[in-house]
């Protein structure tokens, strides 16, 4: 007899969805109101509406749901973009009467096809590179800082502690020393005013660094959580930041912001786990351990006045929670604050994590009424004063990169506009930084960059294949063309000193004068290979072994990637092309590599290391691979 099993169907669901895309464009943002939408869940289809158009502009599938105090956004996995966008009428649905209402998954699908999609299968799979970036690090952020489920998430059968990694102030102990200092602001710079700031009668914020503080202890009722008595971590009790603020204001909003875990009681709560009973060896239910977190915090008002900042509760509900610090006056009139944001709770002695504070964050603004927002200023540095030529070269070069503000115990992230890049309008604390690294781009593919970069690469100049085949003449003359713009160069960067540029005098003559220098090793490198046969010969070695390399490298690539790709139609110049600054480089370490004799080599003292400082990707290792192609040449 043979047995017929009915097997369910899929359940699916689908919804439509009024918010705006994201900047990723594979993203909605959600505004908080009346809804169903708690129960809307990844693997769920979305019909995207405008917030106020009724009209569909993006179909997808739900990958992930991230909540916070202002809403939630959704992000996808799957999606298409309706252009131009289908008015919801003309597809038969309709308006939401809220930020997520559910659509029958029948209608789902009669109006997929209206939208240029025959089925949810043949909606694309997102392959936008910078977008699963972007989602990968949400996921760590999520995971290592919180809140992961939102901001009233629950975290169960573990530790709170334990869940979370980073962002956390740790409380007091009962014995910890009540006679505590404020650390003194970060730019003050005479002692006088050091020693004012020295006194503090609360809890003194940043004094935890230098010692082994908040031990994660085991709870006495901690039924099968991680034993963690040997983590013996440094967890401060406050974290803060310094930021120097324009003479005109007599105010700042500040607000903090954090959560704090309590235990959901055993009656509230119906999350169990399945248990062997350690008297009676049989498998029980028990419920496990809750902890619902709830979002604290607001915004105090902090007056300008030099001096100690009086202590402040940014949540009531919450007294031993405080915002304190240092305010003083600099020679130009500029307020420097220190501000720190206090755990001063005592740590109980069982469900020790409710006297723990998670995810802290501290804004910084001018007040509503303040007409101009961008109040903060480049924070002065409060560093002895010497005489250090190589200093005073880095704030030259990066004279137009600020510093607005430092952390203590924790990053800090200034928010400037495109037009006013010298003044920010917030600054915040960071647990967990981000910086977006621009992508080095080989000069000569932009239309505006400099004439004789293009030229190079119209003319295949950088192409190591045929470097590698030119004749004497014709090699001089791209080589040439490299080395003269460099000149160039040099000579417009003199000209800006003093009228462009101006207070870097003597760091812009020292620059100028390593520039020079870096010149006349390049003009020796090009005077090296035209004069020594064997050193053309490397070269030409090192150019046929690098485009070898390039190639080769590009489709060992594709084949992983089980592409069927022929070698031959990889073998392309700008497949195989140097970027300047790695030519150049080769160029550097022609003589020392050609003659063993060259001072380089026999006169350490005097020698040059060169080395090159671009981020990940900008072409370091091939630089040293064409360098070591050179010299493995030079030896043979």
């Known amino acids: 007899m043979t047995e017929l099993i009915e097997q369910a169907a899929p359940q699916h669901t689908a919804w439509i969805i009024r918010g705006e895309p994201a900047s990723t464009g594979y993203a909605v943002r959600l505004g908080s109101g009346p809804t169903d939408e708690s129960v809307v869940a990844p693997g769920d289809w979305a019909v995207v509406v405008g917030s106020d158009v009724d009209a569909v502009t993006i179909v997808g599938r739900i990958l992930r749901i991230r909540s916070d105090a202002h809403g939630r956004t959704i992000y996808f996995d799957q999606a298409q973009a309706i252009d131009p966008a289908a008015p919801l009428t003309a597809l038969g649905l309709t308006a939401p009467s809220a930020p997520a209402t559910r659509l029958p998954w029948g209608d789902f699908l009669r109006v ?18 910078v977008y699963v970036r972007d989602l990968l690090e949400l996921s760590v952020r999520d995971d ?19 869940r979370y ?54 709870e006495d009722d901690a039924l099968d959580e991680i034993d963690t008595t040997n983590n013996q971590s440094l967890v401060p009790s406050s974290m803060g930041l310094t930021f120097c603020v324009a003479p005109d204001v007599q105010a700042l909003a500040v607000e903090a912001r954090w959560g704090r875990y309590e235990r959901v009681p055993n009656d509230e709560h119906d999350i169990t786990k399945t248990r062997r009973n350690r008297q009676t060896g049989r498998e029980e239910e028990v419920k496990v351990r809750v902890w619902r977190r709830i979002p604290c915090g607001g915004v105090v008002s902090l007056p300008l006045v ?30 420097l604050v220190t501000l720190f944001l206090v755990n001063g709770q005592l740590e109980p002695d069982d469900n020790k994590d409710r006297a723990w504070l998670f995810q802290p964050e501290i804004t910084v603004e001018a007040p509503e009424d303040h007409g101009d927002r961008s109040v903060f200023r480049r924070r002065p540095s409060n560093e002895v004063v010497v005489d250090d030529p190589e200093r005073d070269r880095l704030a030259l070069i990066y004279r137009n990169r600020l510093e607005f503000a430092v952390g203590h115990g924790v990053s800090v992230h200034a928010d400037t506009t495109p037009e006013e890049p010298t003044k920010a309008h917030r600054v915040r604390t960071e647990i967990i930084p981000r910086y977006e690294v621009a992508v080095t781009e080989t000069p000569g593919l932009d239309p505006r960059d400099r004439p004789a970069m293009r030229r190079m690469v119209d003319e295949g100049w950088l192409d190591m294949t045929r470097l590698a085949e030119m004749a004497p003449d014709a090699l001089r003359e791209a080589l040439s063309c490299l080395v003269d713009d460099y000149a160039v160069w040099i000579g417009e960067q003199k000209a800006r000193l003093g009228s462009e540029i101006t207070g ?6 020292d620059v100028i004068e390593r520039c020079e220098e870096i ?33 080769r490298s590009i489709y060992a690539l594709k084949r992983r990637r089980n592409e069927a790709v022929d070698v031959t139609t990889l073998n392309v110049p700008k497949n195989r092309s140097w970027r300047p600054f790695q030519l150049a480089f080769l160029l550097l ?48």
């Open 112 to 129: 997929l096809p209206l939208l240029g999609a025959a089925s949810p299968d043949a909606v694309p799979l997102i392959q936008d590179v």
């Open 144 to 162: 290592l800082l919180g809140p992961a489920e939102g901001p009233r998430e629950l975290i169960k059968d573990m530790s709170v502690r334990d």
């Open 165 to 218: 990694l980073v962002g956390k102030l740790a409380p007091r102990h009962p014995g910890d020393d009540q006679t505590a200092q404020v650390e003194p602001a970060s730019a003050a710079d005479e002692a006088g005013d050091l020693e004012e700031e020295r006194t503090a009668s609360l809890h003194e914020p940043g004094a935890e660094f230098p010692s082994a503080t908040g031990r994660v202890e085991p």
């Open 306 to 335: 030099d001096g100690q900042i009086k202590p402040s509760t940014p949540d009531a509900d919450q007294p031993d929670i405080r915002l304190q610090g240092t305010v003083r006056t600099n020679a130009k009139g500029e307020r």
């Open 504 to 509: 870097f005098d003597d760091p812009g003559k």
């Open 519 to 551: 010149l006349r090793r390049l003009r020796e490198g090009m005077g090296t290979l035209f004069a020594d046969p064997k050193a053309l010969e490397a070269f030409r070695f090192a150019n046929r072994f690098m485009a070898m390399q390039r190639v």
């Open 589 to 636: 370490s022609i003589p020392s590599l050609s003659d063993p004799t060259h001072p380089d080599r026999t006169k350490p003292v005097e020698a040059f290391a060169d080395l090159l400082w671009f981020p990940t990707g900008g072409g370091k290792t091939e630089a040293y691979l064409g360098v070591a192609a050179f010299a493995m040449a030079c030896a043979d």
